[in-house]
């Protein structure tokens, strides 16, 4: 509840260009936990007015990832709910009228001002040491005036009309803020082409969808007074319930080189996350370290315990820096908390991408999958190092292939006569099980040959596994089978 007594209504309305970011989902993950924790609403809702920059794509993948993140909404696309369309291309004719009625109580204006006068004006503001922000020049046009503009050609644009007061808010994250009347201008909330900008369309939409509190980046914190302003003139002229939400503005979340982590940065795409094999619960987890602990000394929690936990208050204002080694040890904590046959059934997707598993996946190749899974759980941090580890169980023979730089490494002359010897010593099993196999090769390279374990088996396991880094050694053989582990040594002999 508010300290009115109202529910809690917290939104996220990210605007559909390009892949959606990493400090995109701390913000949702940060607005949901917040709504979560307040048995409030959350409301999922796009920001889609750019035609030009905005794509059904992205669109499209915002949705999907919400799903992937676990982030469910209460309102918003998809869903529905009772204050929608949730899109705000779908609701011109909302922000047409709002527009028009703050016209018409005075609270906005049309500007005619071309781009040349407005910049000359500024230059000359600068010049004389003045805030460089509009100037109020059309503020009071009269209708005459008005006319000859537009007998001209000229197409206005809309302006709010600010009062010229200084203002005050009470930050979530920060505090108290002021911000002098000096510094907040008139500014544009329809473009000369009639289209609506965010400085409308936001604060319309939060005032109609019963918004309470507002979680954004701290780069939007210079445009909460005009919000703020803009609220007071919804109150006069019916739109809403005539309340304020509380604004909490979020630290940056730094990169490389203590610069903000653009969308450009590669550690800052999304997708790219999924794609590596983070689980939405370890990527959550980190992103929530971004600016807030759920104690001193605990790293690691679920996503239900930073509900219980979370409170905005203790949002660290500081900018946060994005450390992905610790995001990769924190998914490998998260991976370990999941049940085997969990993990074995979130490494489908990954296999099937890798060609290695039939979609839909089969009978046989999922219980060869869940036999596999208890060999490489405890050493994954990213889904897809299980699949690098155990792709030599599901390849087919002419697909098998080794890595040229550990066959150097291990095969050599002295690494062919360790292959000899343990395929004369396995081709003698009468059974073939991970004990007997551990038996038998123990017996034949390390008694026998007089070789320490590290040199004994490092060749065996290039020319089983193709590769130096696997799952442990006896056990992959018996997985692999007498057939195809005894096929695999003979190759590596010519």
């Not at 500007?111 to 009071?140: F, M, Q, V, W």
């Amino acid at each position: 509840m508010t300290a009115s007594g109202k529910p809690v209504v917290a939104r996220f309305c990210p605007s559909p260009t390009g892949n959606p970011h990493v400090g995109m989902a701390r913000t949702a993950l940060f607005s949901w936990a917040f709504a979560r924790h307040h048995g409030g609403t959350f409301v999922f809702r796009i920001e889609d007015t750019d035609s030009a920059r905005d794509t059904e794509e992205s669109y499209q993948l915002l949705v999907d990832v919400m799903r992937w993140l676990g982030l469910d909404w209460d309102e918003g696309v998809e869903v529905g709910g009772p204050n929608g369309p949730y899109r705000q291309s779908e609701r011109m004719d909302v922000y047409a009228d709002v527009a028009q009625r703050l016209i018409d109580a005075g609270w906005a204006y049309k500007a005619y001002d071309t781009a040349e006068e407005l910049e000359e004006r500024r230059e000359k503001a600068r010049a004389e040491g003045r805030p460089s922000g509009y100037d109020g020049l059309h503020r009071d046009l009269t209708p005459e005036q008005q006319a000859a503009f537009e007998a001209e050609g000229r197409q206005p644009v809309i302006r709010f009309k600010m009062p010229e007061q200084d203002w005050t808010f009470d930050d979530l994250v920060r505090g108290p803020i002021t911000f002098g009347a000096e510094n907040v201008q008139d500014f544009v909330i329809v473009r000369a082409n009639g289209q609506p900008l965010y400085t409308l369309t936001n604060p319309t939409d939060d005032a109609l969808m019963g918004i309470t509190h507002v979680l954004r980046g701290e780069d939007l914190l210079s445009s909460t007074p005009r919000q703020i302003a803009m609220y007071e003139a919804f109150a006069e002229i019916g739109i809403g319930d005539g309340s304020t939400p509380r604004f909490g503005h979020l630290p940056y979340v730094m990169g490389a080189g203590n610069k903000k982590l653009s969308k450009r940065d590669p550690e800052s795409n999304l997708l790219a996350y999924r794609d590596q094999g983070f689980l939405p619960e370890g990527l959550l987890n980190y992103l929530a370290l971004l600016g807030w602990a759920i104690a001193e000394d605990r790293d690691v929690f679920s996503l239900a315990e930073m509900v219980e936990a979370f409170e905005i208050s203790r949002v660290n204002p500081n900018p946060a820096r994005f450390d992905l080694k610790k995001c990769e040890a924190i998914n490998g904590d998260h991976v370990r908390m999941l049940s085997v046959e969990d993990f074995a059934e979130r490494l489908v997707p990954y296999f099937q991408r890798a060609g290695l598993v039939a979609d839909p996946i089969t009978e046989r190749q999922r219980s060869a999958l869940a036999a596999a899974a208890p060999l490489v759980h405890e050493r994954t941090n990213l889904l897809t190092e299980a699949v690098d580890m155990l792709r030599f169980l599901f390849v087919s023979d002419d697909a098998f292939t080794i890595d040229e730089a550990d066959r150097a490494k291990q095969l050599d002359e002295n690494g062919l006569q360790v292959a000899r010897a343990a395929h004369e010593a396995l081709s003698a099993l009468d059974s073939w099980t991970t004990a007997e196999i551990e038996s038998a090769l123990r017996t034949a390279l390390v008694d026998g040959l007089g070789l320490k374990p590290r040199l004994a088996f490092g060749p065996v396991r290039v020319a089983v596994t193709g590769s130096r880094v696997s799952p442990p050694l006896f056990e992959s053989l018996e997985l692999l089978g007498r057939d195809a582990s005894l096929a695999r040594l003979a190759a590596v002999l010519g």
